[in-house]
């Protein structure tokens, strides 16, 4: 058995902007019918939050779920939690026309901090960035590529990509980013 690696082991760049890749991070594609009682509860079941609200997401200890369309969730937790919150879903949900995948292996995500954040996104991203505030999610896309972020803090904004993608998305951060590029 092959030992798990991140999309870019980690890999950080201190602009005016820090952007850091975070990792492994266990992520689950959750799609059904987000009105159902039964899967509100086996989301809060699982991860220990409450259904999130069209375009919001609700993290707690690590763990969190992330409205990505009328039909589809992104919840997060520990990597090494991914397969077993699976078998868990599938088992809570039953009958219920469902979907529950492990994507962890697909994603790459990136923490970028600074006082500036929302100034390098901005470039990059067709969000209002002025607007944005904790508690959204935006699943959209930076620059050429789809990416879903979220202000994971004041200061910090906490960004998915497919990993194949991974090294062009840390480029264009990091770019964006660089000391000098500074907006005011």
Do not use: C
């Amino acid at each position: 058995m092959s030992n798990a690696v991140s999309a870019l082991q980690g890999v950080s760049s201190a602009g005016y902007v820090g952007v850091r890749e975070m990792g492994l991070q266990g992520m689950i594609t959750l799609r059904g019918d987000l009105s159902l009682a039964k899967i509100a509860k086996a989301v809060k079941s699982a991860v220990g939050v409450d259904m999130p609200a069209q375009r919001g997401i609700n993290l707690k200890d690590g763990k969190g779920a992330a409205w990505m369309s009328p039909d589809e969730l992104l919840l997060m937790m520990a990597y090494q939690d991914a397969e077993a919150t699976v078998a868990k879903l599938q088992k809570a949900l039953g009958n219920t026309h469902s979907l529950v995948v492990n994507v962890s292996d697909a994603r790459a995500v990136f923490t970028l901090t600074g006082e500036r954040v929302r100034e390098v996104v901005a470039k990059l991203a067709p969000v209002d960035m002025a607007t944005f505030t904790t508690g959204e999610i935006r699943r959209t896309r930076l620059a050429q590529v789809p990416a879903a972020f979220w202000m994971s803090g004041g200061d910090e904004i906490t960004l998915v990509v497919f990993r194949s993608v991974a090294q062009y998305a840390f480029d264009l951060l990091t770019t964006a980013a660089a000391k000098g590029g500074e907006v005011w």
